[in-house]
């Protein structure tokens, strides 16, 4: 059992998307994890107003 959440968190969707992760991988696979998890909270932090709406949706 991986004693970091980061690595059951792994783990777990590897199981769930029956995607094997080689041990070799791991190290990358975490790092980019960590990389994208910084960055949602940088976004997830961001204040926005309560008035703010999504933009419009535009086709040609």
Do not use: Q
Request: aromatic share 6%.
């Amino acid at each position: 059992m991986a004693a970091d959440p980061l690595d059951a968190y792994i783990n777990a969707v590897s199981k769930a998307l029956a995607l094997p992760v080689e041990d070799a991988w791991r190290p990358a696979v975490r790092a980019n994890l960590e990389v994208s998890l910084r960055l949602a909270r940088l976004v997830d932090e961001f204040p926005l107003p309560d008035e703010t709406e999504p933009a419009s949706v535009y086709t040609a």
